[in-house]
């Protein structure tokens, strides 16, 4: 249930950095991409293009140049899009085939988009930025992610019950999501906790480990804590601490009930 925002003890959070970034904008990648189907390298390129279909992060334009030769077979079919229009093509890599991920733009209004592709990321087995594998869609130039300890005071609840109370967290930062309040296991109240076997994955923060519903007096609340045993490494600060979504749960900071946040898709 949504607390009562008028409660005088209750404040709204602190407002979160919305993305700033609008559809359609495009930058160079600065960094080696690669891309791997059933252990074969599908492309290789330190010439990739960002470009943001919607606002909140971007996709890899890839120069056809740099995609290794028979990866790609065209499938007489094309369709448009606001950069131009597309022919679709399998992608494939030994007896592995992967019908229509790769969308192949010859022309476009934008010059340095021309000649390249864009592969849907699920597609392919793994991406790789440098030598460090991503996770999801590649990571905004834009966005920032900060995991730094605070001796403020957390409370989650939830329905009453007192999930979790610790008298310091590891906050992380991300722009345009909530501040995510993670804390140390021996914090948390596994009573009201039920082990699931989702996984999930961030582009900034790795794989999680262990996610958990919770159980309170109006029933089962699918997936609401997890944890990363092994984040990537800016984000090792939270290795091992359990975090819960603050649009599904009550957390008290500094004594203080916060508002639930309010964002367009749940994210970790």
């Not at 094309?78 to 022919?87: D, I, L, N, S």
């Not at 930062?173 to 009573?191: D, S």
Request: aromatic fraction near 10%.
């Amino acid at each position: 249930m949504r607390s009562d925002i008028t409660n005088p003890e209750q404040v709204p959070m602190a407002g979160f950095p919305a993305a700033i970034t609008e559809a359609n904008h495009i930058e160079p990648v600065p960094r080696r991409i690669r891309a791997v189907l059933a252990d074969k390298v599908v492309f290789d390129t330190t010439r990739a293009w960002y470009v943001w279909e919607w606002p909140y992060y971007p996709q890899y334009y890839i120069p056809l140049a740099d995609v290794r030769t028979g990866a790609l077979t065209g499938e007489n079919h094309t369709k448009a899009t606001r950069r131009g229009p597309v022919e679709l093509h399998t992608v494939s890599a030994g007896e592995v085939s992967r019908p229509g991920a790769a969308q192949v733009l010859r022309d476009s209004a934008r010059p340095e988009l021309r000649d390249t592709v864009r592969l849907d990321w699920a597609a392919l087995d793994a991406w790789f930025e440098e030598d460090e594998q991503v996770f999801v869609h590649p990571r905004s130039p834009y966005v920032r992610v900060d995991a730094i300890r605070s001796a403020r005071p957390v409370k989650i609840t939830l329905d009453g019950h007192v999930l979790a109370e610790a008298a310091a967290s590891v906050m992380v930062f991300e722009t345009g999501l909530p501040t995510r309040y993670y804390v140390e296991r021996t914090a948390v109240n596994f009573e009201h906790l039920i082990a699931t076997d989702t996984v999930t994955a961030c582009p900034y923060k790795g794989v999680t480990s262990e996610y958990w519903s919770v159980r309170s007096d109006t029933g089962v609340h699918p997936d609401l804590a997890w944890t990363y045993h092994f984040p990537t490494g800016a984000m090792l600060p939270i290795a091992g601490l359990v975090a819960f979504y603050n649009e599904k749960v009550d957390i008290h900071l500094d004594g203080v009930l916060l508002e639930r946040p309010r964002t367009h898709f749940f994210n970790h």
